[in-house]
């Protein structure tokens, strides 16, 4: 087999992974409402009238925010597939783990309850998962989002949730009122720091696991006909398991200040590539 065709059937195994959605696969139906299951213990029906019956429970104190919640609730296939408004109290021993970028600061803490990810197959249904570690990624400056930012919220949510990618759990707001996503916490960091704690010394199996997963993510962005704008190891999130290694892509279109409108004249993430005469 070819190295073309290799990356080939591997993306199309990391599209259909273990326990995903597949058309082809039943799930049952649906005790309540008795229509056909979209996925493992997920009735597309009930589940999302249970969202729409929570929507006056909770907010984010920006409609904005919540109409884009609300639509990840509304158009999700499966139970891993939106995001949930956090309230900042369900978070312990939140930490600045001196992280920082130009528009954002990156902190480790505790979910108490953590997400509904662990299914109970005899009720057939989800619970939390909890505690769990989380990174919470602060928007700086959030507390007046632009609506330039929240339109590219609303284009790159499907990434944002996308099992290739680094999960995203939801939102919180801190008590300076700026935004945070709530994200899976991976112990190995990003991509530079886990080559430095290796010193280099990588085994083949290693570097193709990692090539796999960055080449899989990039592939799920560009089916959407999207770019992820600011590609780099910073943003490549890795999890050294037993037997493999994980990496996931993450911060897809999330660059660039959320407070104001972006002038087509800067730019921001990773800049094209400059002919160095022309610096003087």
Known sequence: MGFVEWSQRNVMLAKCPSGSQDESQSYGNCSECKQKRTAVAWCKNCDIAFFKENFCRWTSGNSKIDEFIRHTQLNASENMDYLECIEFDQFDLVENINKQGAFISIYSAIWMEGPRWSVDEEAEVWNRKGPIK???KRLDNSQNMSQEFINQLFRYYKCLQNGA???CFGITKDPTSCYMFVLRYYKNENLYSYLDESIGVLCWRDIIDMLRSISTGLNVIHEHNLVHGHLHGGNVLVESKANSIDAKISDTG????????????????????VAPEVFD
Not at 264 to 270: L, W
Request: charged fraction near 10%.
């Open 254 to 273: 999330l660059h660039g200040p959320v407070n104001k409108q972006i002038s087509s004249k800067h730019i921001y993430g990773v800049i094209p590539f």
């Open 165 to 167: 990618l680094a999960d």
């Open 134 to 136: 989380v990174a919470l």
